[in-house]
């Protein structure tokens, strides 16, 4: 059986990806790419990362489409490219990379929450035509 995500353009999926993964609270971090259950830094690919930053995430996520959807790797950093792109338009230019956004002193879960809900917005109606 197929399943859904299969069906969504590579872009949508990527950030219903990464939107799922940072959900919980203590899955968002800054200043690192990941960290483990005691705070410490480790790769976004260590099985001891329990949180990611929004750009960490969307490494791991992108890495995931790459290994599960067969995507090439320039195709794979196209993806994350266009995504990266949406995610800063949502978040109003203020800055023109994800990392600097993210780790903003003042920054919140919420308000990455609400970028990544912004850009899959965005990314729906553009690819998909709103379905």
Not at 6 to 33: F, H, K, V
Not at 98 to 115: C, G, I, K, M
Request: aromatic residues 6%; glycine residues 6%.
């Amino acid at each position: 059986m197929e399943h859904v995500e299969d069906t969504l353009p590579l872009e949508l999926e990527l950030l219903c990806r990464m939107r799922s993964r940072l959900t919980p609270e203590y899955s968002w971090t800054q200043n690192a790419y990941a960290r483990d259950i005691s705070g410490g830094v480790v790769c976004i690919d260590d099985p001891a990362a329990v949180c990611f930053c929004l750009s960490g995430i969307g490494l791991l996520e992108a890495e995931g489409l790459e290994r599960t959807r067969g995507l090439s790797a320039e195709l794979r950093e196209s993806v994350r490219k266009a995504v990266n792109s949406w995610i800063l338009e949502a978040a109003g230019w203020v800055t023109n990379n994800v990392p600097s956004w993210n780790d903003h002193h003042a920054r919140t879960h919420p308000e990455v929450l609400a970028v990544l809900d912004a850009a899959i917005s965005s990314a729906r109606l553009r690819l998909t035509g709103g379905a």
